[in-house]
């Protein structure tokens, strides 16, 4: 607060104290003295122009801008001799000058609880932070910013979940504090990352950081509404900067739109940081109606020249390369309100090069420039100061040779609130070109590139070793000499004289020659540069894009067709049993007809004549298409968390799950707490949306768990509670407990809204289903127990691997039991089990059914049916069943999927042979009517993405030979998750 109080007080007196104030800098630090430069091409805002224009500048502003402008008696004019002047940058996103504090000290042992008192209950939860507090201006850091162009920063500290408010600086390097701070107070920031600051576990996954969002957004307006009974610091500072601009870190497209989901369901309108990858889902990110912070650090091309290396780029990177420098093309077509940022570049000084990229690809002048001056102006809602050249606004603006985004233009000056900043001396003469001399009758070619910074010298057409140095003035060139075997050198010292270059010559032999280099006038290219010209000059093409924009994703959206199926062996899973030589009709996305020789109408005819036509396989147990995180490992109860807020529609599983005939998966939440996250229930729509690919009125589901996962039986230094089996008991009876009492609370004035408890209630008053992973038979007891204790029944029991010791039990209960066929010895607990446990629950009337829990045997779901044909004497229909019908009971889609009946979804697989069989494979794999996986297209797409790879392989090679910036290719290994993967 002392702080705070004497910046207000320098920025009260600092107007006054610069009049006796002494001075020692030059003239041009001065911000009081009126200024004028005058002669200028202004642009003084995208596409509109002042020729030969003048600007009056005066204590830090625009006094007048214009033509015909009178000039004040003693000014300071300055002629801009044509230069181009055009608003200084703004930095929507930064961190400059913010200083890090310490991370938090570790002795290995999990923090669960909050370590600090009077602020929010999670530690990642910072509202209270204020940029002003972590605020030292890093002069240094400041240079770069101002030399690529930037005036304006908005500035934060990159830290914690929500991580407070940020402040706008001036980057003016001559002026003080004082004259920087433009705001105090400006955005208030979230992100999807902890804080360095505590080692507070939670949360440990994407779907908990967005529930925390979630609930801390309920709380504080629970709070504002003063029903706490305690003081919360950082909730009253949320409350406090509500008004702010809201901005939040996402990253990619999918992130986008969770963030966007989540601002949504808390009535925020978040400003989005992210969405490099945008153009591969415009419509959807435009229907955000957000704005955008993007990041522009397009990758850099893969240097793939050793074949080895080429196989540690998957398609999709090597389509980014190509497509990304498009994205902010793709943005401004589809209308989407946007700002770049320097984030994840190396330096500022990359800015423009990567700008240049997206011109390349379309992006127009104008829309760059937009991009860095008026949209981040509009965004942070600062118009009334920067983002154009105009009367009244700060005097930011940059002096640059030539148009902004041309290849040649230097950028000369940043004037901040009226502060010169010399980036470049612009008397400073261009030498680069072309000049030809002859000196003791040899003539010397030389080519100056690069602002003086190469040269090219030649003799006879032989290129000679030669450096070059120019300091502005003084031109010097050494040269090795024609003859490979003369170790001698020649000097020349020379300055540019009437765009020649003249001086003298030093020669080997210690002779002293004055010169003249003549410029060419009519070659100041070479061939190499026009060449390069005209290739620039087209408008880049951002190639294939398929959905989704990786391997094996189809160039159209897969769509619904009319299809007969002609000649079948039907696997209906219904009372009619297999049914030999039929035909099956699928029609707006079911099942309209099952018989025999159907007429085709204008369906599609697939020939299945000795082919064995089946529902779809449905997965009870995955934990494919999950991004960041299986487990919300946090607190031993994550109610609150959804696996549908994260799932991943472009993972590679999808399709290869399609490949082996599954149709249908519950995405559950792993096993590291008693209570974990909520299911989501997909359709494998490869190609599809997230939420296109979630069932409509998707049944609710919850995953439990039990036994040595929960209780961190193989954790060095779990502390959770629970540490017992026992334990385990306990925390079940508590929250349910609490959601009780939660249920009687809604009445009370203070009533406080509770994600987890709602959750809980849904499964004490039966909505919500319960998924339980389990093992040992006493737990197994216990939680029904439990359940029939507080009015509810366990659905499913999964893993289940002592289901055999209590199958009676679990059929009197109601539960179910998705098992292994053949898993046991894997870990203590399973020590017990046997590859007859499905067969023996079975056969005690327990609904029973196979799951994989395994990206890799997901695949192979038909031959882990077929093994309760082995160990137990199950019948082949009733064991087909148990991947098939019986999973899709046990998730309450049955009225949808798992048999071939008329009505139901067109959920169906075509297989080669008897789907029992180890020879059997899918020919045709839809769903909903549409065909996702076909053999026969499989086999096409992997000749288009070697012929793709190959084409993009080319592509690279050629842009490294050029002198491009590459990229070691890196494996890159895809987390395969399971029930007890935690990962952040």
Known sequence: MKRIFSLLLLVGISVHAQEYFPNNDDISAVSNITRVITNATIVTSPGKIISNGTIIIKNGKIEAIGNGISIPKNAVVEDAGGNY???????????????????????????YD???????????????????????????????????????????????????????????????????????????????????????????SMMGGLALLRQTHFDADWYAKGHSKSKDLSLEALNAKKNLVQIIEAGNKKNVL????????????????????????????????????????????????????????????????????????????????????????????????????????????????????????????????????????????????GKLFEDDTEIYENWVKGSKHVIKDRSTKDIDG????????????????????????????????????????????????????????????????????????????????????????????????????????AVKQMGTMTYPNIGYGSISKPTEETILYRNATVWTNE?????????????????????????????????????????????????????????????????????????????????????????????????????????AIIKLKWGYKADEMIYSDSPKFIKFALGENVKQSRAQNGVRFPQTRMGVEQVFEDYFSRARAYANSKNDKDFRYDEEMEVLLEILESERFVSCHSYVQSEINMLMKVAEKHGFRINTFTHILEGYKVAEKMAEHGAGGSTFSDWWAYKYEVNDAIPYNGAIMHSQGVLTAFNSDDAEMSRRLNQEAAKAVKYGGVSEEEAWKFV?????????IDDRTGSIKKGKDADLVLWNANPLSVTARPEITMIDGIVFFDLERDLGFRESIKEERQQLVNEMIMAKNKGMKTQTPKKKDKTLYECETIHW
């Open 434 to 537: 072309t000049y030809a001399t002859t000196i003791n009758g040899t003539t010397y070619d030389i080519s100056i590139k690069g602002k003086g910074k190469k040269s090219t010298v030649k003799i006879d057409s032989i290129t000679l070793g030669s450096i070059i140095t120019y300091d502005g003035d003084w031109i010097n060139i050494v040269t090795t000499q024609k003859e490979t075997d003369n170790k001698s050198y020649t000097r020349f010292l020379a300055t540019s004289q009437m765009n020649n270059l003249s001086g003298t010559a030093y020669l080997p032999n210690g002779q002293e020659i004055a010169f003249t280099a003549m410029k060419n006038k009519d070659a100041s290219k070479d061939e190499d540069d026009e060449e390069k010209e005209d290739d620039d000059k």
């Open 258 to 401: 969770r963030v966007d989901q989540l601002g949504d369901r808390v009535g925020k309108q978040f400003v989005i940081v992210g969405g490099e990858d945008a153009y591969e889902m415009i419509a959807d990110v435009k229907a955000t109606n957000a704005a955008l912070i993007v990041p522009i650090n397009f990758p850099d091309a893969y240097d793939v020249s050793n074949p080895n290396l080429e196989w540690f780029v998957n398609l999709g990177d090597m389509r980014e390369w190509k497509q990304a420098p498009g994205n902010l093309m793709t943005l401004s077509k589809a209308g989407i309100t946007y700002a770049v940022t320097t984030k994840d570049l190396k330096s500022p000084a990359d800015l423009m090069s990567k700008l240049k990229q997206a011109i390349a690809y379309g992006l127009t002048e104008d829309q760059a420039l937009a991009a860095l001056t008026t949209t981040p102006a509009g965004i942070l809602q600062i118009t009334d100061m920067v983002g154009t050249l105009e009367k009244g606004k700060l005097a930011n603006f940059i002096m640059t040779s």
């Open 884 to 892: 098939t019908l019986n999973p899709a009971k046990l998730l309450h």
């Open 575 to 679: 009372q009619e049993g297999i049914l030999e030589h039929t035909d099956v009709l699928v029609k707006d996305g079911q099942i309209a007809q099952i018989g025999k020789n159907l007429s085709a109408g204008n369906a599609r005819i697939v020939d299945a004549t000795g082919k064995h036509l089946t529902s779809g396989i449905v997965d009870e147990h995955s934990h494919i298409a999950i991004d960041n995180g299986v487990n919300e490992a946090g607190h031993n109860s994550t109610a609150e968390v959804t696996i549908e807020d994260v799932v991943d529609h472009e993972d590679i599983n999808i399709y290869r799950d399609l490949a082996g005939g599954v149709t249908s998966s519950q995405l559950l939440h792993g096993s590291a707490n008693p209570i974990g996250g909520r299911s």
């Open 85 to 111: 002047l055009y608003p200084s940058f703004i930095e929507s996103y930064g961190d400059l000058s913010m200083k890090t504090p310490q991370r938090a000290s570790s002795n290995g042992t999990a923090q």
């Open 114 to 204: 909050e370590g600090r008192k009077g602020y929010y209950w999670n530690d990642h939860i910072r509202a209270e932070q204020s940029a002003m507090d972590y605020f030292m201006y890093d002069t240094k850091e400041a240079k770069k910013y101002v030399d690529a162009g930037f005036g304006t920063v908005q500035t934060h500290l990159h830290d914690g979940i929500a991580r407070g408010n940020g402040m706008l600086i001036a980057l003016d390097n001559n002026g003080t504090d004082a004259d920087r701070i433009l705001k105090q107070e400006s955005g208030n920031f979230f992100s999807l990352s902890k804080s360095r600051q505590s080692n507070q576990s939670y949360p440990t």
